[in-house]
């Protein structure tokens, strides 16, 4: 127990490009990466989906095969793919066995909670309104600004958050890989034996914390955002009890 | 009355209250579901109607029965026995239990669903089966097409109709209704009524049924309780009784401003005053047809063909001086009704038709006499003031015995 | 990973069939063991659940906060205290079904419709023979949702617990070992089959539901 308090109170931890802030922000910034890349891609075709309603069965596949995929699958299967663009893409394969596999591998685990939950989000909204939209003369993407997505917004976000921790978790274990992340702390301890346990210990806690810090601020936003007519109880249960079935935990996609 | 004479079994309340502990209920206000002091006996083999207005604890009272809510004060007894002293799923496997929404089980076939008491009576599955075909058929869908089917395949009416057939599985002296026909649309309603009298006709259980449509209770109760707001029964007694003499004002306005017209649906062309037609044959004298349509109130001469049946009306103007009379003066117009029709029946089509007066027939067409609306309203506004309970009217031909059952009604 | 190489030795697979085939094996131990353990633990939670509603708030927030615990630091704050045995996995790797099944089946009791519960009570079902014969079966569907969810992500999960030490086995342990000796041929092996495995668990279940629930097949066909 003190092992693991002195590691973290040494401020030797605390600096340079092994410190727990450079860990920190490595972790960061290639999990807000894959989420980032993952939005740009995911969410247009999710909403696009979900408000036309075409291409539901995209959407039930996706959830089925996001779920079932292991994350450690996916950033071992994305390596050789990275590494064979390494020349074409023109940077040093060493580099390569940094950044891009990861990167990669992040931004395909975090597309379809992000897809599946913009569509189970806008399916979730009440046709009637939508038809009293059109009727009052709304544009399509009027009715999908001012109603659909209001209404949607907690499911959306939901899916935010599963697609952040999917990552956040897998950036853990993808330090096996990349020299970054908090993840490096465990593995760093791993390989001293005996002298790294606090490190091991450490690296856990730290990752731990990171998640349900996150976890917390997200869940907080997800409450706030949604509008205060629907708070939260009723958009969720009739949401919820309608989408089980087709797309069944889209909102809990395992955080490896 | 014991339960010896028909399939069915007495029910008895006996002083039953039933009181929620919410604040209200200490100020005496009424609090919505309970029941206060109810004390009324259904004989057996009839039909007791609970009927009253949202929260007026007639609900409550029916599920007392089967004790899904057990009362607070007084007691229930079955053909004299308390129901306290029985063993509760004894004692529901007894009843019938029929509800709005039916509660079929899906999962299970129609099949298995009807024969869910035989089966938790333990039944051989043979009898089960066997059972199970014999009440498909009694309330009318064919066992060979729904035995294996599943309730989501069928349609309101006919999952309905399984409810009825499953709470009749183990042939129960007493069915629970609350209001099973409630959630079909009005056409299926009516025929799932009218089947339902027609079984019951066979049967004879004693049913307590709920609901809070005034017609319904009226068509379909041999005899009728009714509830106000705090579980007080206003009225008890047949359907003409509180159509005829409600108790209080609560009762007359829960059966509306129009109970007089109800009351006409109760009643038939056989138990209003007919008159005699003045008639005439083809060939008959014009002359001396033109003297009898004179004497007549109405001036109509009805002409009629060689077995006394309605051809058409004349007007003593349009009658010549002399000749015969002939089929081509006569007009055809005038509905025609017999013996057993309602008086509401009769009075509407006489409305449609634009006529004053309809013609009474029987089987074979002959004419009985002449209805006229006048004499319809008569009678409606003489029930209004006829003795509510009059011991010894005759019990009519139609479903509602008035006679032996009004005593039983002063006594509760 | 040498450039001239080819990715996949096919030799080498199968110079080790044994050796594979005894990974998928302690893979599928590593994964019917939490699921089964999991599934009990959560009938009981569940069933509490729902007669003393107000447990549920207090069970589904404990469960979520385990559940966003990163797999690896759960695996790697238990290793110190259980060693290397095959508790320190199993016992991450039940809780993880924890929050999928007890969500599940409580879902799946709250979808038993409220008149086939009356209809059952007042035709005079016993408390017990309720349970068993009405609301088990109707909640059957999305228990068996919640189990298809939590099998494959036990074996996603499962992957990782070889990652800090290779006595768990697993395919896990393919992958992490051909990382480690930048063997493309095992961890891709170790990868593939991984979701191969995921695959045939989640179709499984869906057959399974297919043949349990005869029910709602007409119920589709109905509507």
New interface residues.
């Given amino acids: 127990m003190d092992e693991i308090f002195g590691f973290l109170l040494d401020p030797a931890n605390w600096e340079g490009a092994r410190g727990i802030p450079a860990r920190l922000v490595e972790h960061l910034f290639i999990s807000g990466a894959g989420v980032l890349a993952a939005t740009v891609i995911a969410l247009p075709i999710g909403l696009y989906i979900g408000h036309t309603g075409r291409g539901a069965n995209l959407a039930i596949n996706l959830a089925n095969i996001g779920r079932a995929v292991p994350s450690y699958a996916v950033l071992v299967m994305v390596l050789p793919v990275s590494l064979s663009l390494a020349p074409v893409l023109g940077y040093s394969p060493s580099l390569g066995l940094n950044f891009l596999p990861i990167f990669i591998a992040m931004t395909l685990l975090a597309i379809p909670p992000i897809l599946v939950s913009a569509y189970a989000g806008l399916r979730s909204v009440d046709r009637d309104l939508i038809e009293a939209g059109r009727g009052m003369g709304l544009k399509e993407s009027q009715i999908l600004r001012s109603i659909e997505l209001p209404i949607a917004s907690s499911i959306v976000i939901g899916g935010f958050r599963t697609a952040i921790l999917q990552v956040i978790a897998t950036a853990t274990i993808g330090a096996i890989l990349s020299g970054g992340g908090l993840g490096r702390f465990i593995f760093d301890g791993l390989s001293q034996g005996q002298a790294g346990r606090a490190s091991i210990y450490a690296g856990a806690i730290l990752v731990t914390a990171l998640a349900i810090g996150v976890d917390i601020v997200l869940a907080f936003v997800q409450r706030r955002l949604v509008p205060r007519g629907l708070r939260p109880e009723v958009a969720k249960a009739r949401a919820t009890t309608r989408l089980v079935d087709a797309t069944a935990g889209a909102g809990e996609t395992p955080t490896v | 009355m014991t339960g010896s004479a028909s399939q069915g079994a007495v029910v008895q309340f006996d002083h039953v209250t039933k009181r929620y502990s919410t604040a209200a209920a200490k100020d005496g206000k009424g609090v919505p579901g309970a029941v206060n002091d109810l004390s009324l006996t259904v004989p057996a083999g009839k039909i007791c109607i609970l009927v009253g207005p949202s929260g007026c604890g007639k609900t409550t009272s029916l599920k007392m029965v089967?004790r899904?809510i057990e009362p607070t004060s007084g007691r229930i007894t079955i053909d004299g026995v308390d129901i306290e002293s029985r063993g509760l799923?004894?004692?529901?496997?007894s009843i019938g239990?029929v509800?709005?929404?039916?509660?079929?089980?899906?999962?299970?076939t129609i099949g298995e669903n009807v024969a869910?008491?035989p089966r938790?009576l333990g039944w051989p599955s043979a009898r089960q089966r066997a059972r199970s075909e014999e009440l498909l058929a009694l309330v009318g869908l064919d066992p060979a097409k729904y035995r294996d089917?599943?309730?989501?395949?069928l349609s309101g009416g006919e999952r309905q109709r399984v409810g009825v057939a499953?709470a009749l599985a183990a042939d129960p002296p007493i069915m629970?209704m609350d209001e099973p026909f409630g959630a079909v649309d009005p056409i299926v309603r009516d025929r799932l009524q009218n089947e339902f009298l027609r079984l019951q006709e066979s049967i004879a259980k004693t049913i307590l049924f709920v609901t809070h449509d005034i017609d319904e209770a009226i068509k379909m109760g041999d005899l009728v309780a009714v509830f106000q707001n705090g579980g007080i029964l206003a009225q008890f007694g047949t359907p003409l009784d509180i159509l005829a003499a409600p108790a209080s004002d609560f009762v007359a306005r829960f059966v509306g401003q129009d109970r007089g017209l109800k009351r006409l649906s109760l009643l038939r062309v056989s138990d209003a005053e007919l008159r005699p037609p003045t008639t005439g044959r083809p060939g008959d004298s014009a002359a001396e047809a033109r003297q009898r349509a004179a004497a007549d109130k109405q001036h109509y001469l009805l002409l009629v063909d060689e077995g006394n049946r309605p051809v058409g009306w004349i007007a003593h103007d349009d009658i010549p001086a002399e000749g015969t009379l002939t089929v081509e003066m006569a007009n055809p117009v005038s509905p025609q009704v017999n013996r057993r029709t309602t008086l509401k029946d009769a009075l509407s089509m006489m409305l449609d038709a634009d006529v004053q007066t309809g013609i009474v027939v029987d089987r074979t067409g002959a004419v009985q006499g002449l209805l006229t609306i006048e004499a319809v309203a008569r009678k409606m506004r003489d029930g209004e003031h006829a003795a509510p309970f009059d011991v010894t009217a005759e019990p009519g031909a139609d479903d509602h015995e008035a006679g032996g059952l009004q005593a039983l009604a002063t006594g509760a | 990973m040498l450039e001239g190489k080819p990715l996949i030795d096919f030799g080498w697979i199968l110079d080790h069939l044994d050796d594979i085939a005894e990974s998928i094996l302690q893979h599928l131990q590593l994964t019917i063991l939490p699921l089964v353990a999991g599934f009990f633990l959560s009938l009981i939670l569940a069933i509490w659940a729902v007669r003393q509603p107000r447990v549920y708030g207090p069970i589904t927030a404990v469960t979520g906060i385990l559940y966003t615990i990163p797999s690896l630091a759960a695996f790697a704050i238990l290793r110190p205290v259980l060693g290397t045995s095959l508790l320190t996995a199993l016992i991450p790797l039940t809780t993880y079904t924890l929050l999928i099944l007890v969500r599940n089946i409580v879902a799946g009791f709250q979808a038993v419709?409220a008149?086939?519960?009356?209809?059952?009570?007042?035709?005079?079902?016993?408390r017990r023979?309720r349970l068993l014969r009405?609301e088990l079966?109707?909640a059957v569907p999305l228990i068996l949702a919640g189990v298809r969810l939590a099998s494959v992500t036990t074996i996603g999960l499962a992957t990782v617990a070889a990652v800090l030490g290779n006595s768990f086995g697993g395919l896990g342990q393919l992958i992490t070992e051909g990382l480690q000796t930048f063997f493309p041929t095992k961890y891709l092996l170790g990868a593939v089959l991984s979701v191969v495995l995921a695959f045939i668990a989640d179709g499984l279940f869906v057959q399974l539901e297919k043949v349990i629930?005869?029910?709602a097949r007409?119920?589709a066909?109905?509507r």
Avoid at chain 3, 115 to 122: I, K, S, Y
Wanted: proline share 10%.
């Fill in positions: 089967n899904l799923t004894d004692l529901r496997r239990y509800i709005q929404q039916v509660g079929l089980f899906p999962h299970q869910t008491v938790l089917r599943y309730p989501a395949q499953r629970l | 419709p008149d086939v519960l009356e209809a059952a009570e007042g035709m005079g079902y016993t023979e009405v079966p109707l629930t005869p029910w007409a119920q066909g109905a």
